[in-house]
């Protein structure tokens, strides 16, 4: 019996290490900004596989274009404030474990064309094999990847904008074949205290097929957490990423661009930009009001924490990420009917998200629930701000129900 018992658990265990390997990803990271994946979703389907026309010789540059490398040397490049180092042979510059490269020039809104190659060699898996990336301002990140046959989470896989979103479909070549991305880039515009106006923007061609077109990005890229724009000058360097792979780049050209105008296709991001001003003042404006004479009041709440907050042992995003993250869901609330979707999507309370109190009780709950609870009206939404003694677990969008 127990030889049996121990077979069957070897079975189970074999069988969920299978799944893992087939599903890489994560179950734990924050919700992104729209609501329906997390970053890195191991359960997020997978672009279809377009395949590409063959690959052919270096694309020639525009006039216009701003050679950044021609496979003679590595002159507009450098490694932090030191000369790049990267390995320059047979007209194509290979990552060799010295780190990141990035631009002597700075550049704002552009058209860049760069060619890659993953190791013609396959060794690893997911993001072990062929890793590298195109970083805008040093923190916009363009995924590099062999995705060729080999199975990541959805927003890490070639030509997705990392931990954000993936794109149309995977336009891969094999191994060692070289490869193209056809980039434009619209830099973030910020006002002039330092608030964010209009996300970034993004339209790619990988090998030829339409990747992304006019995608907005939640802010800088991360690693299993969520994005965020901090203020920044209006151009940059772009960095070339060492992850530890030999990739190959040749024939790296840009065009610098003046793109004006508003965006063709509509971002959640700005909507949470003018969210965040509203947010703010309700706070001040509710926290201004006379409290409600009712006696007693039912509330519903959405809890946004951080790592570090008070029994809070399973998040894992920073405070001002959780910060973020309210006035992107706060912008929600203000247009959503249903509630309840927007508790069980994020919130991290444990209970059941629903409170009744009077003013005798209030003292019990966190003190922030009846500061602002017993200033709303029935319909009413307000915002309690962390706070470490009136709201120590984070972030509370309330809405007053009864």
Same mark, same amino acid.
């Given at each position: 019996?127990?030889?049996?018992?121990?077979?069957?658990?070897?079975?189970?265990?074999?069988?969920?290490?299978?799944?893992?390997?087939?599903?890489?990803? %994560?179950?734990?990271?924050?919700?992104?900004?729209? @609501?329906?994946?997390?970053?890195?979703?191991?359960?997020?389907?997978?672009?279809?596989?377009?395949?590409p026309g063959p690959a052919s010789g270096p694309a020639p540059a525009p006039k216009d274009a701003i050679l950044l490398f021609d496979g003679s040397g590595l002159t507009e490049w450098r490694s932090n404030d030191n000369e790049a180092k990267w390995a320059v042979a047979d007209g194509c510059m290979t990552v060799n474990g010295t780190? !990141?490269?990035?631009?002597?020039?700075?550049?704002?809104?552009?058209?860049?064309?760069?060619?890659?190659?993953?190791?013609?060699?396959?060794?690893?898996?997911?993001?072990?094999?062929?890793?590298?990336?195109?970083?805008?301002?040093?923190?916009?990140?363009?995924?590099?990847?062999?995705?060729?046959?080999? &199975?990541? %989470?959805? !927003?890490?896989?070639?030509?997705?904008? %990392?931990?954000?979103?993936? #794109?149309? &479909?995977?336009?891969?070549?094999?191994?060692?074949?070289?490869?193209? %991305?056809?980039?434009?880039?619209?830099? #973030?515009?910020?006002?002039?205290?330092? @608030?964010?106006?209009?996300?970034?923007?993004?339209?790619?061609?990988? +090998?030829? &097929?339409?990747?992304?077109?006019?995608?907005?990005?939640? =802010?800088?890229?991360?690693?299993?957490?969520?994005?965020?724009?901090?203020?920044?000058?209006?151009? @940059?360097?772009?960095?070339?990423?060492?992850?530890? +792979?030999? *990739?190959?780049?040749? +024939?790296?050209?840009?065009?610098?661009?003046?793109?004006? =105008?508003?965006?063709?296709?509509?971002?959640?991001?700005? *909507?949470?930009?003018?969210?965040?001003?509203?947010?703010?003042?309700?706070?001040?404006?509710?926290?201004?009001?006379?409290? *409600?004479?009712?006696?007693?009041?039912?509330?519903?709440? *959405?809890?946004?924490?951080?790592?570090?907050?008070?029994?809070?042992?399973?998040?894992?995003?920073?405070?001002?990420?959780a910060k973020e993250l309210t006035e992107r869901v706060w912008a929600k609330a203000l247009t959503a009917s249903d509630f309840k979707g927007l508790m069980a999507a994020y919130s991290n309370d444990t209970g059941p998200g629903e409170y009744p109190m009077t003013k005798a009780t209030r003292s019990q709950m966190v003190k922030a629930?009846?500061?602002?609870?017993?200033?709303?009206?029935?319909?009413?939404?307000?915002?309690? #701000?962390?706070?470490?003694?009136?709201?120590?677990?984070?972030?509370?969008?309330?809405?007053?129900?009864?």
């Amino acid at each position: 019996m127990k030889r049996t018992i121990s077979s069957a658990l070897v079975s189970i265990l074999a069988a969920a290490q299978a799944v893992a390997q087939s599903s890489p990803g %994560y179950t734990d990271t924050p919700m992104l900004p729209d @609501g329906k994946w997390r970053v890195h979703d191991a359960t997020r389907p997978h672009p279809p596989i377009v395949e590409p026309g063959p690959a052919s010789g270096p694309a020639p540059a525009p006039k216009d274009a701003i050679l950044l490398f021609d496979g003679s040397g590595l002159t507009e490049w450098r490694s932090n404030d030191n000369e790049a180092k990267w390995a320059v042979a047979d007209g194509c510059m290979t990552v060799n474990g010295t780190g !990141d490269i990035r631009t002597t020039r700075e550049f704002g809104d552009c058209q860049l064309h760069i060619e890659w190659a993953s190791p013609a060699k396959v060794e690893g898996e997911s993001q072990g094999r062929g890793n590298s990336g195109v970083f805008f301002f040093e923190r916009y990140e363009v995924q590099i990847l062999d995705s060729f046959e080999n &199975v990541t %989470y959805a !927003d890490g896989q070639a030509g997705s904008l %990392y931990g954000q979103n993936p #794109p149309l &479909v995977n336009a891969c070549r094999k191994p060692g074949e070289w490869q193209t %991305y056809d980039i434009v880039f619209r830099a #973030p515009r910020f006002g002039p205290e330092g @608030g964010l106006q209009q996300p970034a923007r993004v339209t790619l061609f990988h +090998n030829g &097929v339409l990747a992304h077109l006019d995608r907005p990005m939640w =802010g800088a890229t991360a690693h299993r957490s969520l994005p965020a724009y901090k203020a920044h000058a209006p151009k @940059g360097p772009i960095k070339l990423q060492d992850h530890g +792979n030999p *990739v190959r780049f040749r +024939n790296v050209w840009i065009r610098e661009l003046e793109l004006s =105008g508003t965006p063709a296709v509509p971002s959640a991001t700005p *909507v949470a930009v003018e969210a965040k001003k509203t947010m703010d003042q309700t706070i001040a404006e509710l926290m201004a009001k006379p409290e *409600v004479a009712d006696d007693s009041i039912t509330v519903q709440h *959405v809890l946004i924490s951080f790592q570090g907050a008070p029994r809070m042992t399973n998040v894992t995003r920073s405070k001002d990420e959780a910060k973020e993250l309210t006035e992107r869901v706060w912008a929600k609330a203000l247009t959503a009917s249903d509630f309840k979707g927007l508790m069980a999507a994020y919130s991290n309370d444990t209970g059941p998200g629903e409170y009744p109190m009077t003013k005798a009780t209030r003292s019990q709950m966190v003190k922030a629930f009846g500061d602002v609870g017993f200033r709303l009206k029935v319909g009413e939404m307000g915002v309690a #701000p962390w706070d470490a003694s009136a709201s120590p677990f984070g972030w509370h969008i309330i809405k007053r129900i009864k």
